[in-house]
């Protein structure tokens, strides 16, 4: 099955810092990647939509200049959290649909745990 | 308003027994329908998905019922196991969305040893 590997898997960092968190397609390309949040016994709620070689279209009352999203190849998309705050503090998850097939099943990540401390 | 519906919230089964997760969805042109297992501090893994154009999949312990009249499409887990424990999400591509994946709130699933 299509492997998604996100790196990495959790991480704490200092407020007002950035945090770089990564997403990669191992055995497929994907021209689509979708970025995630979760709260604690919530469901995951979409943040933005990653395109390869455009800009990401992000979903009402998401920040765009707070959740920088960067998809610079058909395997890699990055979504770098800036200047974050103890609020930023979530469980990160990316998606990813293979390039070669349509309208299929979306792969997901292993999540990443930021906490801002 | 568009939306997947998702009941129940929780759900605590005996071990050996079946259980049973129900979604609803409002966008009668969705045709894709994947039911994902997450556990504790991992990302939700595919367990088993059902296309528009049949109405019953099945994969060892796990079922997926599509009702495309009433909109609504069903989890059935047989003989459950501890394993089975976890939060399970079901989605569905809605048109207001943009055809992107829209979860429901998630059941969490307990099976009792």
């Known amino acids: 099955g299509a492997v998604v590997s996100q790196h990495p898997s959790w991480v704490i960092c200092k407020s007002g810092t950035s945090v770089k968190i990564e997403c990669r397609s191992l055995d497929f390309q994907a021209t689509t990647m979708f970025w995630y949040r979760q709260f604690p016994k919530q469901s995951l709620m979409l943040m933005a939509t990653s395109n390869e070689g455009s800009k990401a279209t992000y979903e009402q009352g998401v920040e765009k200049d707070k959740f920088l999203i960067n998809h610079a190849s058909l395997t890699l998309s990055t979504l770098t959290v800036t200047s974050a705050h103890p609020e930023d503090s979530s469980f990160y998850i990316c998606?990813?649909?293979?390039?070669?097939?349509?309208?299929?099943?979306?792969?997901f990540g292993q999540g990443t745990r930021l906490t801002v401390v | 308003g568009e939306n997947v519906e998702q009941h129940p919230s929780t759900l605590s089964v005996q071990e050996g027994d079946s259980a049973v997760i129900k979604c609803t969805y409002s966008d009668s042109a969705s045709n894709y329908f994947p039911w994902y297992k997450q556990e504790l501090g991992k990302g939700p893994q595919l367990i088993i998905d059902i296309r528009s154009n049949v109405g019953e999949k099945k994969d060892q312990r796990i079922a997926v019922t599509l009702n495309k009249t009433a909109k609504h499409f069903s989890l059935h887990i047989t003989e459950t196991q501890p394993e089975d424990s976890a939060v399970y999400f079901c989605?569905?591509?809605?048109?207001?969305?943009?055809?992107?994946?829209?979860f429901g709130g998630g059941t969490r699933v307990l099976v009792k040893p």
């Open positions: 998606s990813a649909r293979d390039y070669a097939r349509v309208n299929t099943e979306a792969f």
């Open positions: 989605a569905a591509p809605l048109k207001a969305a943009g055809n992107k994946l829209t």
